[in-house]
């Protein structure tokens, strides 16, 4: 049997010794310090000016999707349906309105020509996502996003380290979120963070991670200037936003700066993984036309290169003999269109006209592909694949 997990020995014994050799000493274990020192190393390996730590990814969704609306109104959001359920989900908690737009093939990514031709004059911002560690952007949609003065938000949970033109994925849109969940390249356990230039916008994420209160702003105007508004009410109990209490907590730091000293190198293994396995992969039987200039994938993704439900279902049993995990429908499951919780509050929106997302959904699966899995075993996962 080939058994090949989906993420393997990703928090290692020297991040708990690191947590250990913490715990010894400290006497500070929620928000402090070390998540102030992971949030500085996040926001220079990333470049960006300001970087909040919370804890999961779905968390630096909901309070980017709440601040959209603070600042810009609720509207519409451009989305896609190859994401995850909390890239919908905060949408609607937020009061906007999701947009579905078909996704390509060759990243898995909305396709700008989609994009640009659902934008509206209600559209708030394009939530797009960089699906299993392609880089889903081109220089084109930024710019003409830019020109069109819509914010972009972009979701890198499942692509730390991707690039467009050599710049890393999350520093070209208004935000960007990342997950370090266990499954992804790198991992606090669970924790996320919130990523911008933006001064005001980063300072409205302060205050939703904690209860929503004006103190946690580092903006001493802002503060100044809105305790001015509220003259009754106690500057350290004043509520602005309806905030959430998603704050990370200094363990999850810890590993976090533990981590990410490993990340870079650990990508270069997963690109040398994934440029192997497209090279072995029968093109006949598969798609392999991804674009894969700038991609650090933490999965192999498989699609079947024809709509095949009995191939497929031969790929899924071959792969469970061999104790392979995989995910049908790449990330999130596939078309989330075709979700309860969205069906429900959309219920006009027909899934099947998100052609792509549909393919994906009926014919495509994701395998794990982490550092130290061995060329050999790719090789083997190749030749049981182009066998079936
Ligand atoms: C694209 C994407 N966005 C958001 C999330 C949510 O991250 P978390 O699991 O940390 O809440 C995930 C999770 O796996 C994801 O794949």
């Not at 929106?349 to 899995?373: K, R, S, V």
Request: one cysteine or more.
């Amino acid at each position: 049997m080939l058994n090949i997990p989906l993420m393997s020995n990703n928090i290692k014994k020297e991040d708990i010794d690191s947590l250990i050799e913490f715990l010894k000493t400290a006497d500070r274990f929620t928000q402090g310090p070390k998540v102030q020192e992971f949030e500085r190393a996040w926001a220079e390996w990333l470049g960006v000016k300001h970087v909040l730590f919370v804890n999961s990814g779905s968390s630096a969704n909901f309070i980017t999707m709440a601040v959209i609306r603070d600042l810009y109104g609720a509207g519409e959001i451009i989305v896609p349906p190859i994401a995850w359920s909390s890239d919908i989900s905060s949408i609607f908690a937020a009061g906007h309105t999701p947009v579905f737009v078909d996704v390509g093939k060759k990243n898995l990514a909305m396709m700008e020509s989609e994009i640009l031709s659902h934008i509206t004059e209600k559209t708030r911002a394009v939530f797009l996502t960089h699906v299993l560690g392609f880089n889903g952007l081109s220089e084109f949609l930024v710019k003409e996003l830019e020109k069109r003065n819509i914010p972009l938000i972009e979701d890198v949970c499942e692509s730390h380290g991707a690039t467009m033109n050599g710049k890393k994925c999350g520093s070209f849109g208004l935000a960007s979120n990342f997950s370090f969940y266990y499954a992804h390249h790198m991992s606090t356990i669970e924790g996320g963070v919130i990523c911008t230039n933006d001064n005001r916008f980063y300072q409205y994420c302060r205050l939703y991670r904690s209860h929503g209160m004006v103190r946690e702003s580092t903006d001493e105007n802002l503060k100044a200037e809105i305790a001015a508004k509220y003259p009754e009410l106690r500057p350290e109990f004043l509520f602005l936003v309806p905030g959430y209490n998603m704050r990370g907590t200094e363990l999850n730091a810890v590993i976090g700066l533990n981590q990410i000293k490993r990340l870079d190198e650990n990508n270069r293994h997963r690109v040398e993984n994934f440029k192997l396995f497209l090279e072995h992969l029968d093109p006949e039987k598969y798609y392999t036309d991804f674009d894969v200039e700038g991609a650090v994938n933490y999965a192999f993704v498989i699609l079947l290169s024809r709509a095949d439900p009995q191939q497929f279902k031969k790929l899924t049993d071959t792969l469970r003999a061999e104790n392979v995990e995989f995910r049908r429908g790449t990330a999130g499951g596939g078309n989330l269109a075709r979700q309860p919780f969205v069906c429900e509050q959309m219920p006009e929106f027909d899934p099947a006209t998100l052609t792509n997302a549909e393919f994906i959904h009926f014919y495509g699966l994701y395998t794990g592909n982490y550092p130290d899995l061995s060329h050999e075993k790719i090789l083997q996962l190749c030749d049981l694949l182009n066998g079936i």
